[in-house]
């Protein structure tokens, strides 16, 4: 029997310096996606989004930033957080959806990858260290953790550094009001083998979906909503709508799969971890969770959220909301040794997935 688990052994995050406030959106003007300008008064928009969204500002890179720069020092604070030697670790992970992408520039490049961008930055000399990106929208943080757990448990690998990093400021077309929803931030953690007998800790399931029909182009890249604005240049889109109906369908029993498969009552998870997208959407998929066992959650107690003062960093929300929560920035959400937490995404793809774990 495989006694091996997998465990958080630290975390660190980057959060971009550069704050946008909600009232600084207030002079632009916003179009639908048939071109046509939003006559609705741009303070009257502003207002319903942060409503719906519980954004009140966000965070942008600097100029002189880009992704692979915000990951290199996301990891290098969970390495010193770890208290561990770089040159030990077998794998690098880094969660993204766009690449480098250098302000006043639509262009990506991931060439080389990220993760090697970062390996040249931290400095790793050690070539078994294998280094590779992975693309799976939002979601895709969390499922570098899952790739991880499953190599840490199959022998291949015994320490990885998972990260996920982006600058969505540099993909958003300022004259769609979903611009405003997006963020830039790092986050990272080194996640190792343990074979203490003794310890609890670790990754006790998993679970993960990807939904390619209809779905596929509910996130996706597209041209900007102003009116004869150069059709080859292609920023990130969402239709809003399908994606909350999708998420607030699918996933709250992809979540209960992952704590089902484990034995355990959702009154034993301690804390959700859940992307923050958007804060009605995240809401609503926690209380549709707790549902389905026929319980009304406390949301205050059980859901830490971040995404009031970062918006949405796509694959940086989740590791940077945990980093914060385990060093004390949100007191209300203490976490001890012990307790069992649940880490759930969804984004592009249109993928989903979760992941239980003991702290």
């Known amino acids: 029997m495989n006694t091996v688990k997998t465990i958080i052994k630290g975390t660190g995050c980057f959060i971009p310096s550069l704050v946008k406030l909600n009232r600084d959106f207030a002079a632009d003007s916003f179009y639908d996606a048939h071109q046509v300008q939003i ?34 020092i996301a990891a290098s604070r969970a390495i010193t957080d770890a208290g561990i030697d770089p040159e030990t670790i077998d794998q690098i992970i880094v969660a993204h959806n766009f690449g480098d992408v250098g302000v006043s520039s639509i262009q990506s490049d991931a060439v080389p990858s990220l993760a090697s961008r970062v390996k040249h930055t931290l400095g790793i000399r050690n070539v078994s260290c294998v280094a590779y990106d992975i693309l799976f929208g939002c979601p895709g943080w969390l499922q570098g953790v899952i790739q991880a757990d499953a190599f840490i448990k199959a022998g291949i690998a015994k320490r990885c550094l998972v990260i996920g990093t982006e600058t969505l400021s540099r993909v958003i077309d300022s004259y769609d009001r979903d611009s405003m929803i997006f963020s830039d931030g790092a986050g990272a953690v080194i996640i190792e083998a343990s074979n203490d007998p003794a310890g609890n800790a670790g990754i006790l399931s998993s679970a ?66 859940i992307h923050q997208a958007n804060e009605k959407l995240d809401e609503a998929i ?55 937490v649940v880490f759930a995404s969804v984004g592009a793809g249109m993928n989903i997935n979760a992941v239980c774990y003991r702290m």
């Open 208 to 273: 993960a979906q990807s939904f390619a029909m209809d779905e596929a182009n509910y996130i996706n890249m597209g041209s900007s909503y102003l009116p004869n604005a150069d059709e080859q240049v292609k920023y990130i889109k969402m239709q809003g709508r399908k994606v909350y109906e999708f998420a607030l369908k699918h996933v709250p029993t992809a979540i209960k799969t992952c704590i089902d498969a484990i034995g355990m009552d959702i009154t034993q998870v301690k804390k959700i971890f």
């Open 39 to 72: 006559a609705t008064a741009t303070l009257e928009v502003i207002d319903k989004f942060q409503q719906i969204t519980g954004i009140n500002e966000r965070r942008y890179a600097d100029n002189d930033q880009n992704a692979s720069g915000m990951a290199a």
């Open 286 to 340: 926690v209380k549709a969770l707790y549902k389905l066992y026929n319980i009304t959650p406390v949301l205050s107690e059980v859901m830490p959220m971040n995404i009031h003062a970062l918006g949405n960093s796509s694959v940086a929300t989740i590791p940077t909301l945990f980093d914060m929560v385990r060093k004390g920035a949100f007191p209300e959400h203490k976490l001890d040794a012990g307790d069992v």
